[in-house]
Structure formats: structure tokens, C-alpha cells
């Protein structure tokens, strides 16, 4: 009897090993620091292993993050090697270089031709960067997108207009890191996005979306949502959309109408004005890049508003970001 359980764990593990064959997008953002991942995979039996999200993806908080799928080991030993590169302080650029000269997951025979990889992070200037990989033997339809900030990634998909659905809805959408990241999810909302999935009427069996702020913990992330694995012909990207609308419920992140900035044009100084209850973390300016230039002192006028000396800004377009314990919210402003 103990033989047979081990022998049907191994072939579980024989068989999720060669199955995470997935889109997903690793993003991070320059205004506030978040660093977020989201992704879905059409695998049956994905709920033993508690879904796709910890197989996939790993996110060291202010730092970076990387997604590592297609015929994957669990646990995924070329993930976290990954993730050790980048806390030595190497680049998207070098983390998949290293990868490819030292693929340490034995499904099939240690050959990273046969891996997918995207890269997102922040080097030490807090400037974004992004690389990724797709081997020649991942099953096909495969590609990878990078932009500035972004990295999305796929394969066994139905066709290009997967990736280049979630990258134009990632781009499009105004928000927060979280929202782009929906939102990149739902352009992959048709049936066979995941093409194993085509005859379910589904784009995959198994979705997540995952988002750190710069100050979080490692173990307590701002936002995850795990939608493990849908009954047979249900869509868990909906089911993602439907958990990500109760957050934004539970947590108030439309903090619009909460916060105003005065006087706008800026000559030196500003005041950010907030309601009772909003409780703000912290502060910084980023210029039309994205980079951040300033994280300036919060000087308390009196409660419910913050005073914020420009005077070392040069003449231009800049938005403040206001991250609170609800979420964040970016303010244009112009200094004179």
C-alpha cells in the first residue's frame, strides 16, 4: 500500500510537472513601487497542488519579480533560482542568461529549450527593466512580449491574439498596477486562450492575480486572489473578476474624490488635502517616465492635510503618488 501511494504521487507530480503551459504577465510599476503577476493555465488537477500561483511566479517586494512556466518542475526549481539571481542583484537580462546555461529541472532532461520565462524589476536607480525567454521545443502557439515595465508570456495558445490582447488592455488601462493586471487578464477572457481548453468554452481551468507594495512582507502580500482550478466548462477568469470587484469593495481603492492637491500649477509648495480615515503611507513624485525623483517630507499642517515642498523640481509635468493602507491613488500636477 505505501508503495502504491508513492508511485500515484509521482505520477501527479510526472504529469503537473509537464503541464503548466501558460499565459501570464509579470508588470511592475514605476510611480508606486508595486510589483504584481498575474496569469491562468488550463491543467485538470491543478487544485491538489493549491492552484498555478505558487508553481509560476515569485515576487521579492520593491525589488522585482519572475514568472517561470512551460514544462516546469514541482517545486520549480528554476523559479527559485530565479529569484536568488535577483537578489544578488541580477538583471532581467542576466537572470535568463544564467537559466539557460543552468536549467536544474529534470523534465526533459534539464533542456531549457523547453522553458518560458518573464522577467520584470527595478534596478538600483528605481528604473524598470524586463526580459523573457521562450524555448523552441514549448508547445505551440508560444511567444513573449516585453515593454518597459511589462513581460507577457504564453504557450499552447490559441493563436497570437492572446498576448497581444493582454499587452493592449495592460497598456490601455488607467489605474493601479492591480487594475492593469485585470484587465490584461480579461483580454485573454475567450474560449481556447489556453488552447486545451477550446472544447470547455473556457481560456483556462486555473487564474490568479498577485500584487506587492514595496513595504510588504513577503508572506503578506497586498492583493492575491487564487482561483485554483473551475468545475468543467466555468471560466475562472470571471471568477477572478468577480473576487478582484470585492476587493476594490472591501478595501476602497477609488480614493479619487478622498484626496485633492492645491494649488495646481505648483510654484514651490503644495497641500494635499485627505478625508478622515485615509491613512497615508507614503508619499514621492515621478516625472512623465514613470521614475521616481522625489520622495519628499510629509509635513503635517494640521489633520487631514500634508504640505509638500517642490522648490527642487524643475519647471514640467509630474504626478504624486499617495499609497495608503487602501490602496494608491497618482495625482497630476504642474510646477511653474
Do not use: W
Not at 169 to 186: E, P, R, Y
Amino acid at each position: 500500500m505505501k508503495n502504491l501511494y508513492f508511485l500515484l504521487i509521482a505520477v501527479l507530480f510526472s504529469v503537473t510537472a509537464k503541464a503548466q503551459d501558460t499565459f501570464s504577465i509579470i508588470a511592475v510599476d514605476p510611480a508606486t513601487g508595486d510589483i504584481g503577476s498575474a496569469g491562468a493555465s488550463c491543467v485538470d488537477g491543478a487544485a491538489n497542488f493549491g492552484g498555478i500561483i505558487d508553481i509560476i511566479t515569485k515576487i521579492i517586494p520593491g525589488r522585482g519579480g519572475v514568472n517561470s512556466q512551460a514544462y516546469v518542475c514541482i517545486p520549480n526549481s528554476n523559479l527559485n533560482n530565479a529569484i536568488t539571481q535577483m537578489e544578488n542583484g541580477a538583471s532581467p537580462d542576466e537572470i535568463v542568461a544564467y537559466l539557460l546555461n543552468n536549467d536544474s529541472c529534470n523534465s526533459q532532461n534539464f533542456n531549457p529549450a523547453y522553458r518560458q520565462y518573464g522577467i520584470a524589476d527595478f534596478n538600483t536607480d528605481g528604473e524598470p527593466r524586463s526580459a523573457g525567454f521562450t524555448g523552441a521545443s514549448t508547445d505551440d502557439y508560444k511567444e513573449d512580449i516585453q515593454g518597459p515595465t511589462y513581460s507577457v508570456q504564453g504557450n499552447i495558445l490559441l493563436n497570437e491574439t492572446v498576448l497581444n490582447n493582454m499587452q493592449a488592455n495592460f497598456i490601455s488601462t488607467t489605474g493601479t498596477l492591480a487594475d492593469k493586471l485585470m484587465a490584461a487578464m480579461q483580454g485573454a477572457n475567450f474560449a481556447g486562450a489556453d488552447s486545451r481548453c477550446l472544447a470547455r468554452g473556457t481560456s483556462s481551468t486555473s487564474a490568479y492575480l498577485l500584487v506587492y507594495k514595496a513595504d510588504d512582507d513577503i508572506d503578506n502580500p497586498f492583493l492575491r486572489l487564487n482561483i485554483e482550478e473551475m468545475p468543467f466548462g466555468e471560466e475562472p477568469i470571471d471568477s477572478l473578476q468577480i473576487l478582484y470587484n470585492q476587493f476594490l469593495g472591501a478595501n476602497d481603492i477609488a480614493l479619487k474624490d478622498k484626496l485633492t492637491l492645491y494649488p495646481n500649477p505648483v510654484d514651490a509648495m503644495f497641500t494635499l488635502k485627505h478625508e478622515p480615515g485615509v491613512l497615508i503611507k507614503k508619499l514621492s513624485i515621478s516625472d512623465v517616465q514613470g521614475k521616481i525623483i522625489l520622495q519628499p517630507k510629509i509635513e503635517v499642517l494640521h489633520q487631514g492635510s500634508i504640505t509638500i515642498n517642490t522648490s527642487s523640481l524643475i519647471k514640467g509635468i509630474y504626478f504624486l503618488n499617495v499609497a495608503t493602507v487602501k490602496g494608491n491613488q497618482t495625482i497630476k500636477f504642474i510646477k511653474k
